[in-house]
């Protein structure tokens, strides 16, 4: 009742206190077929809408209220998603009421109320719903507000799919405290995820001259444009070939939010009979058609047209082909035209049949219908090529077309008849993965009753049935024959693939030593997918050919798939034998240079020690190493599984006797200790070495290591006696050692 009274008072009322526009009754966006198209997620109207539109397109809803004040919006859904949506007033006080009408199976002009999915009659008045917000959000459950309810202001969301249709009627009642109308409102869709109004960029889809109209050519287009956008001198497009385009305009433009889905341009003259072209091109006004989403047309787009009229042909027939089918002309025949009993027609192929009646299938208001049914005298039971024929029937003509014009005497379409027709088919072709029984099964579409044969027969166990068990243990093609009550066939095939796979994995068992990788190889599949329980020692889990590190005696399992997802599952064993325990002696020492120090391992069956260099015997487990410097000795050890491990030795030098010297030489020439020098020269470097007689004279001096005193001074050979020295030299680890003493000279 308050929304009655509410719409009373506006339509008393021709004054208002908001600054909307009042739009007068019947604007085309009233009605639910000139709904506005949105774009974007976004919507702002300024307008107070009166009354309804041509039609009353919506009385009733869930919400015990109908149109009113309304107008309407259209979604078409481009890509799949939610929709939500708020409903703001420009003026907090305002009244909005709206539904959304799914119309995916309907049209805008044969939905009912049965079509609402969602309604919000609500109240909205201070207290009960402050600032007046209406809509749908992803948090509300309610799906229905009734009218003259409180609270409530947001209904569920809607789950859309690509190609889903919606309407939204949107009615307004002004404030109803005042009494005025609307002051408008903005719809938001932000937070939506579906893609709707959309479909790209518009283009031309052909063009025509309809009969009788030779001065205006029809451009249908692939969306609906704003009018606004059509150039009024027809600028917007050019014509190739002859002929000037002297005006242009959409169809069904009116209102504020004008939009057409065709062109229709006006020529100066009529175009003489000939092939001409259509550009689309930017207009006086600076552009190309648009959108509703402001996308322009793209240059280039042509359309081709034929200033001819065409002769009436047939187009193609509409399966199955039997004893009864549907035939399809280019263009709309007049219904009167058609011999009833089929005599325009004559058919001719492998087998001999006639046409015994013709019937207009769903002639329009016109009388004009485009597909004709056709009774044959016997079913076609015989596969093969047809070709169907135009003649003059017993009512003296051929079909005729809406301007007059006659199917030519023996026009031609030629069909092939093989029974496929999808009255009966099988079930899907399917792939066994190990030869076995199969059921197999068909569906049978066609008029009853039918008979059955399974082709080949021997693999079956009734080929007479429709469901019927075949044992297969190769790829076999079937064919399901049904013969119906007419007598026509009804075939469709089957192929059943056995998969031949040849799984492989090498090896199937090896022994590996801890630490040791081996790569295990699985061949004969499309995927393959590895298990284990140290799945962590695979290189990789779906390779055919990883590289196992396990830790210890493993079982790997793969399963080997096919392009028919069959599966075998290997397995390989990886025994992981333990290493060698070596035990070296001795552990890391020190020893003088020069010392012969005894190596011992134990725990293996052969060994090798590194380096080499100063050991009597390399292979032995217990060589002997003659110490000269600082030695990391390494020792490898081979078990009888062939399986090594590693054992070290550290060896330090002491350099504290790095050097040997004389206690005296005889200088006589003999070749025997002739000079005196120090040996053992374990040493970086000869800093120093100095001889003197009893009276502290120097009788040699030299730094050179090679070099010793030959016992005479300054080309005389000094007596036999006692002699002193003085030696510095730089050990290897880069410390000074000084040694001093005496050497006796004798002859």
Request: charged share 15%.
């Amino acid at each position: 009742m308050k929304k009655f009274l509410q719409l009373i008072t506006i339509l008393l009322l021709t004054w208002s206190t908001s600054h909307a526009q009042i739009l007068a009754p019947n604007q085309p966006e009233q009605d639910a077929c000139d709904a506005l198209m949105l774009c974007g997620n976004s919507f702002t109207s300024t307008y107070s809408y009166q009354l309804i539109g041509q039609v009353n397109d919506l009385t009733s809803t869930p919400c015990s209220g109908g149109e009113g004040n309304s107008m309407w919006l259209r979604l078409e859904v481009i890509s799949s998603g939610i929709i939500v949506f708020t409903i703001t007033p420009l003026n907090g006080t305002d009244d909005y009421d709206f539904a959304v009408l799914d119309i995916t199976n309907a049209t805008c002009s044969t939905f009912t109320s049965a079509n609402v999915i969602r309604c919000n009659f609500n109240n909205n008045q201070p207290g009960s719903n402050i600032g007046g917000v209406v809509g749908l959000n992803t948090s509300s459950s309610t799906l229905f507000t009734t009218a003259g309810a409180t609270g409530g202001s947001f209904l569920q969301q809607i789950n859309a799919t690509a190609g889903d249709v919606y309407l939204i009627m949107i009615n307004n009642f002004g404030d109803p405290f005042v009494g005025g109308p609307s002051s408008g409102f903005t719809i938001d869709f932000t937070g939506s995820t579906a893609i709707f109004n959309d479909n790209g960029r518009p283009h031309m889809l052909s063009a025509y001259q309809p009969c009788g109209i030779n001065n205006k050519i029809f451009i249908p287009l692939s969306e609906k444009v704003l009018c606004s956008s059509i150039e009024p001198t027809g600028s917007d497009f050019l014509l190739s070939g002859g002929g000037t385009i002297t005006g242009a305009v959409g169809t069904s433009c009116s209102g504020t939010n004008g939009y057409a889905d065709t062109v229709v341009l006006t020529l100066a003259s009529p175009l003489a009979p000939g092939a001409y072209t259509i550009d689309i091109q930017n207009g006086l006004d600076g552009n190309t058609i648009i959108d509703v989403c402001n996308h322009a047309d793209t240059i280039p787009d042509q359309i081709p047209f034929v200033v001819n009229p065409s002769a009436l042909s047939f187009k193609e027939i509409i399966p199955p082909a039997c004893f009864q089918f549907k035939i399809v002309t280019n263009a709309l025949a007049a219904c009167n035209s058609i011999a009833p009993d089929g005599s325009d027609f004559h058919i001719v192929g492998p087998q001999m049949v006639n046409v015994i009646a013709a019937v207009p299938v769903n002639c329009n208001a016109l009388g004009l219908v485009d597909t004709i049914l056709l009774t044959l005298s016997v079913p076609i039971s015989v596969d093969g090529s047809y070709q169907l024929l135009s003649k003059i029937g017993n009512d003296g003509n051929t079909l005729l077309d809406n301007c007059g014009l006659t199917l030519p005497v023996g026009d031609s379409l030629n069909f092939l008849i093989q029974s496929y027709d999808g009255l009966v088919a099988t079930m899907p072709d399917t792939v066994i993965c190990n030869p076995g029984y199969l059921l197999m099964t068909g569906i049978d579409n066609t008029s009853q009753p039918s008979s059955y044969n399974w082709s080949p027969g021997i693999y079956v166990n009734d080929s007479t049935q429709i469901q019927t068990v075949s044992f297969i243990n190769q790829t076999t093609s079937f064919t399901l024959l049904a013969t119906d009550k007419d007598g026509c066939p009804h075939r469709d095939s089957l192929l059943v693939t056995l998969s031949e796979r040849q799984s492989t994995l090498m090896p199937n068992e090896v022994s590996i030593c801890k630490g040791e990788s081996i790569t295990l190889y699985a061949s004969g599949g499309n995927s393959y997918s590895w298990i284990s329980g140290e799945l962590s020692a695979l290189s990789c889990t779906d390779c055919p050919s990883p590289i196992a590190v396990p830790t210890d005696t493993t079982l790997f399992a793969v399963g080997i798939s096919d392009q028919y997802n069959c599966t075998d599952t290997l397995t390989s064993k990886v025994n992981v034998i333990p290493l060698p325990q070596l035990y070296s002696t001795p552990k890391d020492t020190s020893v003088a240079y020069g010392t012969e120090l005894q190596l011992t391992s134990s725990g293996a069956v052969y060994y090798t020690w590194y380096p080499a260099t100063d050991l009597n015997n390399s292979t032995l487990p217990t060589p002997i190493a003659t110490i000269k410097d600082t030695t990391y000795f390494v020792v490898t050890g081979i078990d009888k599984n062939g399986c090594r491990s590693n054992d070290t030795i550290q060896v330090n030098v002491i350099y504290d006797n790095v050097i040997i010297i004389p206690t005296a030489f005889s200088p006589n020439g003999d070749g025997r200790n002739d000079r005196f020098k120090p040996g053992n020269l374990a040493y970086k470097k000869l800093q120093e070495f100095r001889v003197f007689n009893r009276w502290g004279q120097e009788v040699f001096s030299t730094t050179d290591p090679k070099d010793g005193w030959d016992g005479s001074f300054k080309g005389q050979q000094q007596d036999i006696g006692t002699y002193y020295y003085v030696i510095r030299v730089v050990t290897p680890d880069n410390k000074q050692r000084f040694f001093k003493g005496d050497v006796n000279l004798i002859r």
